[in-house]
Nanobody, 118 residues
Framework: QVQLVESGGGLVQAGGSLRLSCVAS????????MGWYRQAPGNQRELVAY???????NYADSVKGRFTASRDNAKNMLYLQMNSLKPEDTAIYYC????????????WGQGTQVTVSS
């Protein structure tokens, strides 16, 4: 079992920045990939960025050049630095990981709200 807790969301003006954090606990030794997803009202949950166990990073086209995902395996932390925020970035942001302890499974955090005002 893995538990994920996000923090760092809030209200920011367009063009501003926020940094999201996610801390993992439990069977963290079995975590492979980690990532960030978001869900805006009325929309499906979508991938924002993910980092493989080898450190390779992939981003949604809509955030390339503005968002940077990083992870600190020693601290069991995942981060998302969000710059040049736009109103369309407004959503609940979720931390996700894939872990293999007790069988392969995907885990989710409770989400953190990001609101970008115009």
């Amino acid at each position: 079992q893995v538990q994920l807790v996000e923090s760092g969301g809030g209200l920011v003006q367009a063009g501003g920045s926020l940094r999201l954090s996610c801390v993992a606990s439990g069977s963290t030794f079995s975590i492979t990939s980690m990532g960030w997803y978001r869900q805006a009202p009325g929309n499906q949950r979508e991938l924002v960025a993910y980092i493989t166990s080898g450190g390779n990073t992939n981003y949604a086209d809509s955030v390339k050049g503005r968002f940077t995902a990083s992870r600190d395996n020693a601290k069991n932390m995942l981060y998302l630095q969000m710059n040049s925020l736009k109103p369309e970035d407004t959503a609940i942001y979720y931390c996700n990981c894939f872990a293999t302890s007790g069988g392969a499974k995907s885990y989710w955090g409770q989400g953190t709200q990001v609101t970008v005002s115009s």
